[in-house]
T-cell receptor, first 116, second 111 residues
């Protein structure tokens, strides 16, 4: 019953450091997403993957890269972290894509990232 | 102008009260989602609806497509209902990847 597993839960980086956020789902979902949540703002899409082997930019992709390693795993990489990337990051998955979908989204527990 | 507006932003209620949270949107949608974010940060999907009304336990979600408006009702509220409730819409003309999220309504239910 794991659902969407996201690691790490907390991370502190110095400006310029790199890191990868890991996400895995065990529901055989086709679509996976990375969102960021900032105070006073709604969740914003960074990147998504409609299916294994494909990735697309979302609303705020700058400074991030992603890899859809296989159907289960979708990672988010910060190559050179900046203070503006301090945020809470959520991975999510759904059976199908979100436009015209009738499926629920399933979220990971979030990663609180601070960039000093 | 925000495409998804929620009201109120903050809501404090006494245990047992009937609660309504509103969501208005400006785009054509294929579906509307209500999410609950717990104080610990986790997000759970409560409802996905494209018409009419859905009920789950003490929670009821309604949508009026013509008026571009949805409401989330909580009957007999309880302190464990304290959370941030988020409305999000699937933009019919949007990409496969994106929901448009409201900023959330923070609900606090006092015993």
């Amino acid at each position: 019953n794991a659902g969407v597993t996201q690691t790490p839960k907390f991370q502190v980086l110095k400006t310029g450091q790199s890191m990868t956020l890991q996400c895995a789902q065990d529901m055989n979902h086709n679509s996976m997403y990375w969102y960021r949540q900032d105070p006073g703002m709604g969740l914003r899409l960074i990147y998504y993957s409609a299916s294994e082997g494909t990735t697309d930019k979302g609303e705020v992709p700058n400074g991030y890269n992603v890899s859809r390693l296989n159907k289960r795993e979708f990672s988010l990489r910060l190559e050179s972290a900046a203070p503006s990337q301090t945020s809470v990051y959520f991975c999510a998955s759904s059976s199908e894509g979100l436009a015209r979908m009738t499926e629920k989204l399933f979220f990971g527990s979030g990663t609180q990232l601070s960039v000093l | 102008k925000n495409e998804v507006e929620q009201s109120p932003q903050n809501l404090t209620a006494q245990e047992g009260e009937f609660i309504t949270i509103n969501c208005s949107y400006s785009v054509g949608i294929s579906a509307l989602h209500w999410l609950q974010q717990h104080p610990g940060g986790g997000i759970v999907s409560l409802f996905m609806l494209s018409s009419g009304k859905k009920k789950h336990g003490r929670l009821i979600a309604t949508i009026n497509i013509q008026e571009k408006h949805s409401s989330l009702h909580i009957t007999a509220s309880h302190p464990r209902d304290s959370a941030v409730y988020i409305c999000a819409v699937s933009d019919y003309g949007g990409s496969q990847g994106n929901l448009i999220f409201g900023k959330g309504t923070k609900l606090s239910v006092k015993p």
